[in-house]
């Protein structure tokens, strides 16, 4: 990994492969696709496995979210990398209940020895594995500090904290105070969460975290990556017209374009609660 990585975060109908790709070229190092279940790859879903086809070699990881092995394992069982696969990451983020209620996304940030087997079943099959994660299910998990149960007790190749807690909305402020005890589990630690300045980046890299994942100011600007690194950046409208014909080129549903190109450019497009999987 380099001394620090610049990760476009998944989004939920927008971070499709044009998307993914446009922030690429202007300065993400790593995308990520939208979580995709992967009981539902191991059933063979053929609407699942359309998100993780890849158009082009633009690095990707793969998010999955799920809780149960078994499917893991026969997913993994049908799997076959695609050029740009730079791994799998595991959501332990999710806040939405149709994930919670069933174990899955922030419910499982307690549960560590069952995060340990996925991600050892992922490393067995010889891939990378990463975990994404807030701070906890609720206020009480996050002050508990069962997040930092999680990053020392799983051996993930790096972890990305969302610094919320599943039940905080967006118009909440993120914790940028938790990442110096997530940083000295001696695990590589990525920022997520409210990250849109250059200030942002130097307090991070002081306190040693290894890079920084963004998604909707992402969405609003796709070249805030190279703003971040103090490198130039084309207008909206060029964005705006690579990206049309990437979905073009990539016949990509029209649901993506219609969410992207409503933000690319807009100063904050995103509404008052409105919920991303980020």
């Not at 209940?97 to 996925?118: D, E, H, I, Q």
Request: net charge positive; glycine share 8%; charged share 25%.
């Amino acid at each position: 990994m380099k001394d620090f990585v610049f990760m476009v975060a998944p989004l939920e109908d927008m971070t499709s492969n044009a998307f993914r790709t446009v922030c690429y070229r202007y300065g993400a190092d790593l995308t990520f696709t939208e979580l995709v279940r992967f009981e539902s790859l191991a059933k063979n879903n053929k609407s699942t496995w359309d998100r993780i086809i890849f158009h082009d070699e633009t690095p990707t990881v793969i998010q999955l979210i799920g809780h149960k092995e078994q499917f893991l394992k026969k997913f993994l069982s049908m799997f076959e990398p695609s050029k740009g696969f730079e791994g799998f990451n595991l959501n332990l983020g999710c806040p939405a209940p149709n994930f919670v209620n069933f174990g899955a996304g922030c419910a499982m940030v307690k549960r560590v020895s069952k995060t340990k087997k996925l991600v050892e079943v992922i490393k067995d099959r010889g891939y990378k594995a990463s975990i994404k994660l807030r701070l906890g299910l609720n206020r009480f998990e996050k002050d508990r500090k069962v997040y930092l149960n999680l990053i020392d007790g799983v051996d993930a190749d790096f972890f990305v904290v969302h610094a919320r807690h599943g039940q905080q909305s967006y118009n909440e402020p993120a914790d940028f105070s938790v990442y110096a005890d997530c940083v000295k589990t001696g695990k590589s630690i990525i920022a997520n969460g409210d990250i849109k300045t250059k200030e942002h980046i130097e307090s991070l890299k002081s306190i040693g975290v290894r890079g920084a994942m963004i998604g909707k100011p992402a969405v609003l600007d796709p070249s805030i990556f190279n703003k971040l690194k103090g490198l130039s950046c084309p207008s909206a409208d060029v964005m705006i017209k690579e990206y049309t014909i990437l979905t073009e080129k990539y016949d990509e549903p029209f649901r993506y374009r219609k969410n992207v190109l409503k933000r690319i450019g807009k100063s904050d497009f995103f509404g008052v609660g409105e919920s991303v999987n980020l």
